[in-house]
C-alpha cells in the first residue's frame, strides 16, 4: 500500500529557511482599526507579485536532480503559474502551464516571460487537471498542483513563519487569529500547520465560498453549478482537496464570504491606508475584517496574497466604479 506524504509543521520550518535564502521577507503593516493594531502580511510585494512562488520553489527543490531535465507541467490562472515558471527558470527546469483562454493578460504575459511554455483551454468546458496530466505523462515531468500538493502546502505555510516573527520582533505578540484567502486551501492549510495556536478564518467570494460550507458541512463540498461571475480570478476553485480541508477541519478553522462590492473597497482601502496595490482575490480577507465578518482584535493578522491586478479594471476599481 502507497502512503501518501502528508504536510507538516516541521516542512514548513524546512520551507521558510529554503525561502528566506532566495528572496527577501515580504513587509509586515502594523495599522490600527477600531483603536487595535492589525497585522497585514504583504505577499503582493513577492518577486512575481503573490504568495505563490513559496510553495514553488518548496516543490521544486525536492525533485530530484536527475528529474529536473523532464521538467514539471502545472495548471493555474496566473499566480500559481508565474510561481511555478520563477521556480524553474531558477533551477533551470523547463516548466508548462496550463492557463485558462481568459486568464488575465498581464499574467499570461509574465509567466511566458518568466520563460514557461502556456497551453491554453476553456475553462467552462475542458478540465485543466487532466490536459496537465496528459502533458506530465507524455514528457515524463512531475506535476505540480496548485494547492493539493503536501510540499505546496508547506511552501505557503512560511508565511506565517515570517509574519509571526515580524510581529514579536514588533512587540505584538504571536498571531491569534489569522485571516487568509481561500481558492483551494494551500495558503490557509500552510498557515495553519505554521502557526498551530492561531485561529484560522478562510475569506473566499460569494458564491465560490465552498471551502467554508465544506468546513461547516464536516465535508467537501463543491462550489456547484453556475457560479456567478467574480473578479478573483485566483480563488475560481471548484472543489477543494482532502489534503487541504482535512489540514483545517481538524483545526476547527471556520469561513466567511465577501461580496464584489465588498472586495473592491477593500482594494481602495488597501490603496489609500496601506499604499499597496492588491488584486481582487489578494483582498478577499482584508474585505472580511473591514466588513466585520471577523472581529477585530489584538493579534490580528491578514493576508494580501497578491497584488498582480489588470490595470484597467484597478483604475475603475480605484475610481471608485461599483
Not at 490600527?32 to 518577486?47: D, M, N, R, T
Not at 463540498?221 to 477541519?249: I, K, N, W
Request: charged fraction near 20%; proline fraction near 7%; charge should be neutral.
Amino acid at each position: 500500500m502507497t502512503i501518501l506524504r502528508q504536510p507538516t509543521r516541521a516542512g514548513v520550518r524546512d520551507a521558510a529557511a529554503k525561502v528566506a535564502a532566495v528572496v527577501p521577507q515580504t513587509p509586515l503593516f502594523v495599522l490600527e482599526i477600531h483603536g487595535v493594531k492589525v497585522s497585514f502580511k504583504a505577499e503582493c510585494l513577492q518577486p512575481i507579485g503573490a504568495f505563490k512562488l513559496r510553495g514553488a520553489w518548496h516543490r521544486l527543490t525536492a525533485i530530484e536532480p536527475v528529474q529536473r531535465e523532464k521538467g514539471v507541467v502545472a495548471f493555474s490562472s496566473g499566480n500559481h503559474a508565474q510561481g511555478v515558471a520563477w521556480a524553474a527558470r531558477r533551477l533551470g527546469m523547463p516548466a508548462t502551464i496550463v492557463m485558462p483562454a481568459d486568464a488575465p493578460k498581464a499574467k499570461r504575459e509574465n509567466t511566458l516571460a518568466l520563460g514557461a511554455e502556456v497551453v491554453s483551454y476553456d475553462r467552462a468546458t475542458e478540465s485543466r487537471e487532466k490536459i496537465a496530466a496528459r502533458l506530465a505523462e507524455a514528457r515524463g515531468a512531475v506535476l505540480v498542483p496548485s494547492f493539493d500538493d503536501p510540499w505546496v502546502i508547506e511552501g505557503q505555510g512560511s508565511a506565517g513563519i515570517e509574519a509571526a516573527a515580524q510581529m514579536a520582533t514588533l512587540g505584538l505578540g504571536a498571531p491569534s487569529r489569522v485571516v487568509v484567502p481561500c481558492g483551494g486551501g494551500g495558503l490557509a492549510a500552510g498557515l495553519t500547520l505554521a502557526l498551530p495556536e492561531a485561529t484560522i478564518t478562510v475569506a473566499e467570494p460569494e458564491g465560490w465560498d465552498d471551502m467554508r460550507r465544506s468546513l461547516e458541512a464536516g465535508w467537501i463540498e463543491p462550489v456547484g453549478d453556475a457560479p456567478p461571475p467574480t473578479a478573483c480570478d485566483a480563488l475560481q476553485t471548484l472543489r477543494v482537496s482532502p489534503l487541504t480541508f482535512d489540514v483545517l477541519a481538524r483545526r476547527g478553522a471556520t469561513g466567511v464570504a465577501v461580496s464584489e462590492a465588498e472586495i473592491r473597497t477593500a482594494q481602495r482601502w488597501a490603496a489609500e491606508k496601506l499604499r499597496l496595490v492588491v488584486e481582487p482575490g489578494g483582498a478577499v480577507a482584508l474585505a472580511a475584517v473591514l466588513t466585520g465578518k471577523v472581529p477585530v482584535e489584538p493579534g490580528l493578522l491578514v493576508l494580501l496574497s497578491g497584488g498582480n491586478v489588470d490595470l484597467a479594471a484597478y483604475g475603475a476599481v480605484l475610481a471608485g466604479a461599483g
